[in-house]
């Protein structure tokens, strides 16, 4: 390919900081949980800068942003590119972003050597991708891709009890939300820049991840109940301490994830609420909730069957009731080789030195591949560091994956 991209990199820069400056915590803290001040803002932002670029920016009902620039044959599916703009409490300012920002810088790249595609280019940016509102990951492409019909999503309560109806309204977004799903076909292809989350691309000294699957999440709530009282004057025989209980489900998780033998199962307990919460009380009821994932799906599920088992041991043993809900349990996404191949086409044409890998993390793409062929492009963050304020990439990596990117995009819609 002919083309030269000239990126703006302190453009791309600056506009990720000031990104970052909307947020529900003190900088460099980013927060931004799905229909929040700071979130509503966040999207004006970046819309102002898609309409600035000369896209055409509509939204569907629960807030899916989808930025168009115009192809020489508007009939024919466009070729999309996007990623989220909503931030884990206490996270950092590319997860996320930069493939949002970076997809624009993109876009505006290819405008300014006066390329035509010949497919619309689509930047995308998905509604909650992060799971903090209702404890669900991916909210919008998991809509977007039908995979949560809208009885089930309207179904969905946060911690304060409230739902996505009485949200999406409170934050301007009517309409059907039978019209969030979108048909295979919609989108030609899609691929999603991203940071890495992990250490391997900076500990090997390599520019780009292009991923070749994506490891399947689930997520299941454990809800314990036992018995409170008096922390002194209660004593130990006989007790029903419900956080008790919930110690050993931690530990239980983490045997059976490690028993697995294999480097990609993974098995979390990232929240334990415990009620009432007072040191002179013995804990009546904990609810925990679980992440467990795996490229292999089966392997994750056996997973999933041992801490169900511990739940049953535990709950006899100790005398306490325990009852489980799987909040979700996705399959893996396998990316398309077409797309992996034009983008390792584009990274030789850019100099840049890259590896197939797979991805732990899930993503918009994971859901997006049940309608469209999509692939990843990674780039370092610095010490594999991610879901943290000091998450960290720099901005030589961000130029090499917004070059790789732009070149990919040239060729998808060409
Ligand atoms: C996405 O944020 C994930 O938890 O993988
Ligand atoms: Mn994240
Ligand atoms: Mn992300």
Same mark, same amino acid.
């Given at each position: 390919?002919?083309?030269?991209?000239?990126?703006?990199?302190?453009?791309? =820069?600056?506009?990720?900081?000031?990104?970052?400056? =909307?947020?529900?915590?003190?900088?460099?803290?980013?927060?931004?949980?799905?229909?929040?001040?700071?979130?509503?803002? %966040?999207?004006?932002?970046?819309?102002?800068?898609?309409?600035? %670029?000369?896209?055409?920016?509509?939204?569907?009902?629960?807030?899916?942003?989808?930025?168009?620039?115009?192809?020489?044959?508007?009939?024919?599916?466009?070729?999309?590119?996007?990623?989220?703009?909503?931030?884990?409490?206490?996270?950092?300012?590319?997860?996320?972003?930069?493939?949002?920002?970076?997809?624009?810088?993109?876009?505006?790249?290819?405008?300014?050597?006066?390329?035509?595609?010949?497919?619309?280019?689509?930047?995308?940016?998905?509604?909650?991708?992060?799971?903090?509102?209702?404890?669900?990951?991916?909210?919008?492409?998991?809509?977007?891709?039908?995979?949560?019909?809208?009885?089930?999503?309207?179904?969905?309560?946060?911690?304060?009890?409230?739902?996505?109806?009485?949200?999406?309204?409170?934050?301007?977004?009517?309409?059907?939300?039978?019209?969030?799903?979108?048909?295979?076909?919609?989108?030609?292809?899609?691929?999603?820049?991203?940071?890495?989350?992990?250490?391997?691309?900076?500990?090997?000294?390599?520019?780009?991840?292009?991923?070749?699957?994506?490891?399947?999440?689930?997520?299941?709530?454990?809800?314990?109940?036992?018995?409170?009282?008096?922390?002194?004057?209660?004593?130990?025989?006989?007790?029903?301490?419900?956080?008790?209980?919930?110690?050993?489900?931690?530990?239980?998780?983490? %045997?059976?994830?490690?028993?697995?033998?294999?480097?990609?199962?993974?098995?979390?307990?990232?929240?334990?609420?415990?009620?009432?919460?007072?040191?002179?009380?013995?804990?009546?009821?904990?609810?925990?909730?679980?992440? =467990?994932?795996?490229?292999?799906?089966?392997?994750?599920?056996?997973?999933?069957?041992?801490?169900?088992?511990?739940?049953?041991?535990?709950?006899?043993?100790?005398?306490?009731?325990?009852?489980?809900?799987?909040?979700?349990?996705?399959?893996?996404?396998?990316?398309?080789?077409? =797309?992996?191949?034009?983008?390792?086409?584009?990274?030789?044409?850019?100099?840049?030195?890259?590896?197939?890998?797979?991805?732990?993390?899930?993503?918009?793409?994971?859901?997006?591949?049940?309608?469209?062929?999509?692939?990843?492009?990674?780039?370092?963050?610095?010490?594999?560091?991610?879901?943290?304020?000091?998450?960290?990439?720099?901005?030589?990596?961000?130029?090499?994956?917004?070059?790789?990117?732009?070149?990919?995009?040239?060729?998808?819609?060409?």
């Amino acid at each position: 390919m002919e083309l030269r991209p000239k990126l703006s990199i302190d453009r791309l =820069i600056s506009e990720l900081n000031a990104l970052a400056q =909307i947020s529900e915590a003190d900088p460099p803290v980013v927060t931004r949980v799905l229909f929040s001040e700071a979130d509503l803002r %966040a999207r004006a932002y970046v819309k102002g800068l898609c309409r600035e %670029a000369k896209l055409e920016v509509h939204e569907d009902p629960i807030g899916n942003i989808f930025a168009r620039w115009q192809g020489t044959e508007p009939g024919l599916a466009p070729v999309a590119t996007g990623s989220h703009i909503d931030a884990i409490p206490n996270a950092g300012l590319y997860d996320g972003c930069v493939g949002v920002l970076g997809g624009l810088e993109a876009i505006r790249v290819l405008q300014q050597l006066a390329f035509k595609p010949r497919r619309s280019i689509e930047l995308v940016i998905f509604t909650a991708e992060e799971p903090t509102r209702f404890g669900i990951g991916c909210l919008g492409s998991r809509m977007m891709a039908g995979a949560l019909p809208p009885e089930h999503a309207i179904a969905l309560r946060d911690t304060e009890d409230r739902g996505l109806e009485e949200l999406r309204s409170n934050a301007g977004f009517r309409g059907s939300l039978e019209s969030v799903a979108l048909a295979r076909g919609r989108f030609h292809q899609f691929v999603e820049l991203h940071i890495e989350q992990g250490p391997l691309l900076e500990q090997e000294g390599i520019d780009l991840g292009l991923v070749t699957h994506i490891a399947a999440p689930a997520s299941m709530r454990i809800l314990i109940e036992g018995e409170g009282g008096h922390a002194g004057g209660r004593l130990m025989p006989g007790r029903r301490d419900a956080l008790a209980a919930a110690a050993v489900l931690v530990l239980a998780l983490e %045997a059976a994830a490690k028993f697995t033998g294999a480097i990609d199962t993974v098995g979390t307990v990232g929240v334990c609420e415990v009620f009432p919460g007072a040191v002179n009380s013995i804990p009546s009821r904990v609810r925990l909730e679980t992440d =467990i994932r795996d490229i292999d799906a089966s392997r994750r599920d056996a997973v999933i069957e041992k801490l169900k088992t511990a739940c049953e041991e535990v709950a006899q043993r100790r005398g306490v009731s325990i009852k489980t809900e799987m909040v979700n349990a996705d399959p893996p996404a396998t990316c398309d080789p077409a =797309i992996l191949d034009a983008m390792e086409q584009a990274a030789e044409a850019a100099g840049k030195t890259y590896k197939r890998m797979v991805s732990r993390a899930y993503h918009d793409s994971l859901f997006m591949a049940r309608i469209a062929p999509i692939a990843m492009l990674f780039i370092p963050c610095r010490g594999g560091v991610s879901h943290r304020p000091d998450e960290y990439a720099s901005p030589e990596w961000i130029g090499s994956g917004v070059h790789v990117l732009s070149r990919t995009l040239a060729t998808l819609s060409s």
